[in-house]
Nanobody
Framework: EVQLQASGGGLVQAGGSLRLSCAASGFTFDDYVIGWFRQAPGKEREGVSCVSIGDDVTYYSDSVKGRFTISSDNAKDTAYLEMESLKPEDTAVYYC???????????????????????WGKGTQVTVSS
């Protein structure tokens, strides 16, 4: 059974940092893409960042590029999202999601298509105060 467990959210002041973790189980980690997505109240879910685990290629939305860093630890089957220079507009519930890299997971990852991701974890709340 595929399971994804996101953690690490919290309340932080603008300009601060947080690191989110996504612990995965039930599938071969290297064969998947792992993405981070977020949803703010009253807004549609949006893509934040994604990593193709097998070749360590990463993708970012324009809104977080240069501030957020996605990474993975294959030994721990865990993906991370390091968030720096946080802004109030980063406030949202953050979700991690997974999809097999083949046949179309890499494309889904590159385009941050949350609608195409196959497996989802429960979200973790990130609140950035001004």
């Amino acid at each position: 059974e595929v399971q994804l467990q996101a953690s690490g959210g919290g309340l932080v002041q603008a300009g601060g940092s947080l690191r989110l973790s996504c612990a995965a189980s039930g599938f071969t980690f290297d064969d998947y893409v792992i993405g981070w997505f977020r949803q703010a109240p009253g807004k549609e879910r949006e893509g934040v960042s994604c990593v193709s685990i097998g070749d360590d290629v990463t993708y970012y939305s324009d809104s977080v590029k240069g501030r957020f860093t996605i990474s993975s630890d294959n030994a721990k089957d865990t993906a991370y999202l390091e968030m720096e220079s946080l802004k109030p507009e980063d406030t949202a519930v953050y979700y991690c999601a997974a999809k097999p890299a083949i046949p179309d997971g890499v494309r889904t990852c590159a385009l941050l298509l949350w609608q195409k991701m196959d497996y989802w974890g429960k979200g973790t709340q990130v609140t950035v105060s001004s």
